[in-house]
């Protein structure tokens, strides 16, 4: 049998058998190879690069591989390291959201900081948290068409799925000449960025409207002015189904106890682009919002499912307040002792009640036919 193996290149290569000591034998075929004990016992000691060192003549310990400096930068980078990971459970606890502010973090002591650690964006919840009150998201084609072509320069940032853009050119030729953000995504990350699958292949964060004193409201009010008043209606879809009734039959003004409930995303979308025409209108209480309307010449219009005129018998006054309550309790008992006027809608009597946006739209059907 042959003694030597060679490899692809040709080249003779020599193996070497470790024993017990830490040295090398030399191969029992060839009789080659191997290294003095001492030598090996020697190297184990200092290292094999501090052993090659040695014999080369050595070099200096300060500016060395391995050293005590180097070593301590090495145990400095894995603490920073960590800090990174920290940070990184800030990223994770937003990850889906679309806020997503980037900012660095006080430190306390330059030392402690890695370069690299330190230039690594971070993600800060409490500009997040500020950010989530002061914008909302809006999603739907209708609404978002309706609202880009009310104020578009409430948008901050849009998302878009592929099959959609040709409807949107304006709006992308107008985010890209402002400079707003936008993405062209595919429907799961659109979902991720909306918070929900019925997006309908759009959606955009907006800076949301403040309500709108009942002061300033009385300053433009016409002539004709019917303003719909919700006390405690806070479900969206009820919300954009009553917006969707009001732009439908010219009322302009909702007074609410909470404006944001008017621009939340399932409520915007549910009125299919009759937000954009209704203004939230806000008190110092709803009371005090009602009270304030009635010294100003409007009429109080309560509404009951069991007592009241009948709608069909009842006169509408050109310039009134319609309030409604929420389904389960109806008006609270301090408002209805407001209303100057108390109506109900007749029926078979088989369901307790109507659905709240269906009962406005009934009632402001009404008010239209006798005033426009």
């Known amino acids: ?37 001492a030598r090996q016992e020697d190297n184990r ?61 006080p430190v306390a002591d330059d030392s402690q900081i890695d370069e690299a650690a330190s230039n690594k964006p971070v993600i800060d919840p409490e500009q997040i948290r500020r950010q989530r009150q002061e914008e909302t998201r809006v999603y739907g084609e209708n609404a978002c068409q309706a609202l880009f072509a ?13 099959s959609v853009t040709p409807r949107f050119r304006e709006t992308l030729r107008w985010l890209a000449a402002n400079r707003k953000a936008y993405h062209v995504v595919d429907d799961a990350e659109l979902t991720k960025a909306s918070g929900t699958e019925h997006h309908g292949g759009v959606c955009f964060i907006i800076k949301k409207r403040m309500g709108m004193e009942v002061s300033e409201w009385l300053k433009k009010a016409d002539t004709k002015d019917c303003v719909l008043a919700l006390e405690d209606v806070s479900n969206p879809h009820n919300l954009g189904g009553i917006m969707r009734s009001c732009a439908h039959f010219g009322v302009k003004g909702l007074l609410v106890n909470d404006a944001s409930l008017l621009e939340s995303g399932a409520a915007v979308r549910t009125a299919e682009g009759g937000a954009e025409h209704v203004q939230a209108i806000s008190g110092e209480s709803f009371a005090s919002g009602l009270e304030a309307f009635r010294k100003a010449g409007y009429t109080i219009v309560t509404t009951s499912s069991h007592e009241g005129t009948p709608l069909a018998k009842a006169e509408l006054p050109a310039k009134m307040v319609l309030v409604l309550g929420q389904e389960r309790e109806g008006l609270s008992d301090s408002a209805f002792q407001q209303g100057d006027i108390s109506l109900s809608i007749g029926g078979t009597g088989n369901v307790e009640s109507l659905n709240v946006s269906v009962a406005t739209g009934i009632l402001l059907a009404e008010w239209w036919r006798q005033n426009a």
């Open 150 to 162: 009310s104020r578009p320069e409430s948008i901050v940032r849009a998302w878009f799925i592929q």
């Open 45 to 105: 000691r200092s290292g094999p690069r501090t052993a090659r060192n040695n014999e080369e003549g050595g070099r200096s310990s300060a500016g060395g591989r391995g050293t005590p400096a180097r070593d301590a930068r090495n145990s400095e980078r894995g603490r920073s390291f960590g800090r990174r990971d920290d940070r990184g459970d800030d990223n994770r606890s937003f990850g889906d959201s679309p806020w997503r502010t980037v900012s660095r973090p």
């Open 1 to 37: 049998m042959n003694d030597e193996f060679k490899g692809k290149s040709g080249k003779v290569k020599v193996m070497y058998v470790r024993d017990e000591d830490g040295g090398q034998k030399p191969n029992p075929r060839t009789g080659k190879g191997g290294r003095p004990a």
